[in-house]
């Protein structure tokens, strides 16, 4: 499917806006309403990091993303999080797992919700994916895995997990996937679809 005749990326669920309003490196116009219209995906899911998304400001958050047919989620910081994550009626988690046994405890309780659960950039968190439930997807992410000996470390899961590929996108020119599936390509990945 194309869009003002370029092709579309299947998804992007890892994306950012000026809702994660203390992480200097989202530009001012990178707005929900901005990125709709972009429309770089087929299905596309907000995830801004969910220590700026107190009430209230969650609840036009929520409104805005829902208004423009977006997905709704947030970046999930590590278990001290958890529970405020559980209560908010996100559709997916990208979840920061950080090699902690109360975060890989975190993932199981996030997983109970029924909802997908993605594992954002674990090669960058130094995630254990031997203690992550086989149910986690696991994110190919466009911004950091070049940084990364990905083929040593990410060959020996192809099996074993599900994976999704995010831009993890800050900024408009970011809303990007390339590097991210030339990775999934060279290791034989299959990208999972969630909606
Ligand atoms: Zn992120």
Redesign the pocket.
């Known amino acids: 499917m194309k869009k003002n005749g370029h092709r579309l990326f299947p998804q992007d669920l890892?994306i950012?806006t000026t809702y994660s309003t203390g992480d200097s490196s989202v530009t001012p116009q990178q707005t929900i309403e901005f990125i709709a219209q972009v429309g770089h995906a087929r299905i596309i899911g907000i995830?801004d990091h969910l220590e700026y998304l107190d009430d209230p400001i969650f609840s036009r958050y929520a409104e805005r993303i829902r208004a423009q047919g977006l997905r709704l989620s947030a970046?999930v910081n590590g278990a001290p999080w958890v529970d405020r994550a559980r209560e908010l009626g996100l559709e997916y988690y990208?979840y920061q797992c950080f090699d902690r046994d109360a975060d890989y405890k975190g993932a199981e309780l996030l997983l109970q919700t029924g909802n997908p659960v993605i594992i954002?950039h674990p090669l960058l968190l130094d995630t254990n994916l031997d203690k992550v439930p086989p149910e986690c997807y696991i994110e190919v992410n466009n911004r950091y895995v070049w940084r990364f000996d990905w083929r040593l470390r990410l060959q020996p899961y192809v099996k074993r997990f599900s994976f999704v590929i995010g831009s993890?996108a800050h900024t408009p020119n970011w809303l990007a996937q390339h590097v991210a599936r030339y990775v999934a390509e060279e290791l034989g990945i299959n990208e999972s679809v969630l909606f």
């Open positions: 890892h950012h995830s970046e990208i954002a993890d």
